[in-house]
């Protein structure tokens, strides 16, 4: 999995790019939320859930199924984020699944269950650059948790951020003429 720091750049980078004021802060929280949310399935490692299990790590959790209903669940809720329905929905399923792209372009574990419930196989995207972050609070903080954050500063920081900046610098320049 990469780590929690680096899955909410994405709503982070996502808010920067967009138009202004088009992601309320409240809608970035939970977009912030979701994007670490299916990582909350390492739980079953307490109960004994197998890794491999679609109950697992990485299992139903990291489907787009899954997105699909919780993004479905927060458009309903969309006042509360003070955004239009269709907004609430696109970052709400954007976010979440940007989380499972991350776990897919990592170069340990078991692969992601994206397909769930239609297909139980695990997945990884062609390139495997990003460095495995540990489950393991207390082994993150070590040279492996360093190693880490190095990668993934490369692989997904300077790319999201660089495209987030070139999106807002371009409509800004394009708003002031």
């Not at 929690?4 to 970035?28: E, V």
């Not at 004994?48 to 199924?65: K, N």
């Not at 495997?128 to 954050?149: W, Y």
Request: hydrophobic share 50%; net charge positive.
């Amino acid at each position: 999995m990469a780590s929690a720091f680096s899955h909410i750049i994405i709503p982070i980078a996502l808010k920067l790019a967009g138009r202004k004021n088009s992601i309320p802060w409240r809608l970035l929280f939970l977009g912030m939320f979701l994007s670490v949310a299916p990582d909350f399935d390492s739980i079953g490692f307490t109960f004994g859930i197998p890794y491999a299990s679609q109950w697992g790590h990485r299992g139903f959790t990291h489907s787009l199924v899954f997105a699909l209903v919780i993004a479905l669940l927060c458009m309903r809720c969309s006042k509360l984020f003070l955004s239009s329905s269709k907004t609430v929905f696109l970052f709400s399923f954007l976010s979440m699944v940007s989380h499972s792209m991350l776990d897919a372009l990592t170069n340990g574990g078991l692969g992601v269950a994206v397909f769930w419930p239609f297909d139980s196989e695990r997945y990884f995207l062609p390139w495997r650059v990003i460095e495995v972050s540990p489950i393991s609070v207390s082994r993150f903080f070590t040279e492996k948790g360093l190693s880490v954050l190095s990668s993934e500063f490369i692989y997904i920081w300077l790319p999201c951020l660089s495209v987030a900046g070139l999106l807002f610098l371009l409509r800004g320049r394009s708003n002031a003429h």
